[in-house]
T-cell receptor, first 112, second 113 residues
Framework: QKEVEQNSGPLSVPEGAIASLNCTYSDRGSQSFFWYRQYSGKSPELIMFIYSNGDKEDGRFTAQLNKASQYVSLLIRDSQPSDSATYLCAVSRGSSASKIIFGSGTRLSIRP | NAGVTQTPKFQVLKTGQSMTLQCAQDMNHNSMYWYRQDPGMGLRLIYYSASEGTTDKGEVPNGYNVSRLNKREFSLRLESAAPSQTSVYFC????????????FGNGTRLTVT
């Protein structure tokens, strides 16, 4: 079992709709949780991070964390074609939270 | 600021050859990482260095060695390349302050024939 699991997709969402991306993790000692976006042929870039249970909103993006269920999600409201990319969930754990593990990513496609 | 600089950008090796991927950051970060990315596999952690003087194995360390030369530089060595090591390699760094992201290099595309 991978430490961080994501559905690989592709997830197809109509423009203007809400895209919902999910991630589960196996280590209860995990401390911080990140969502990265990666366009084809490019390096990943940070979308959001969260470390406390509950919701965190930033513009069109909302991250949700439930440590009891070991589950973190990312909602993208008013989806745009430019949101089409692979979304990577990452989890930090270990001493100093220095070990950072990624899931396999979910490919998101926004259809006009 | 250059951020995280990886060299080379592209490399083709024959099976059994060795090479070193270089990574340097100018952000005074304590922690540095090497990941590989294969199609559909996300990023897999090879090795990381939480601070200068320390290195630890990640998820897929076999066939690789690393050196944290100083605070700025973290190199990845393939002693005897195998076709299974064909991949895109990313170096990253972070200061590990809460919420600080990983800063990635532009990647090295390695092909082993």
């Amino acid at each position: 079992q991978k430490e961080v699991e994501q559905n690989s997709g592709p997830l197809s969402v109509p423009e203007g709709a809400i895209a919902s991306l999910n991630c589960t993790y196996s280590d209860r000692g995990s401390q911080s949780f990140f969502w990265y976006r990666q366009y084809s042929g490019k390096s990943p870039e940070l979308i959001m991070f969260i470390y406390s249970n509950g919701d965190k909103e930033d513009g069109r993006f909302t991250a949700q964390l439930n440590k009891a269920s070991q589950y973190v999600s990312l909602l993208i409201r008013d989806s745009q074609p430019s949101d089409s990319a692979t979304y990577l969930c990452a989890v930090s754990r270990g001493s100093s939270a220095s070990k950072i593990i990624f899931g396999s990513g979910t490919r998101l496609s926004i259809r006009p | 600021n250059a951020g995280v600089t990886q060299t080379p950008k592209f490399q083709v090796l024959k099976t059994g050859q060795s090479m070193t991927l270089q990574c340097a950051q100018d952000m005074n970060h304590n922690s540095m990482y090497w990941y590989r990315q294969d199609p559909g596999m996300g990023l897999r952690l090879i090795y990381y260095s939480a601070s200068e003087g320390t290195t630890d194995k990640g998820e897929v360390p076999n066939g690789y060695n690393v050196s944290r030369l100083n605070k700025r530089e973290f190199s990845l060595r393939l002693e005897s390349a195998a076709p299974s090591q064909t991949s895109v390699y990313f170096c990253a760094s972070t200061g590990l302050y809460r919420g600080e992201p990983l800063h990635f290099g532009n990647g090295t595309r390695l092909t082993v024939t």
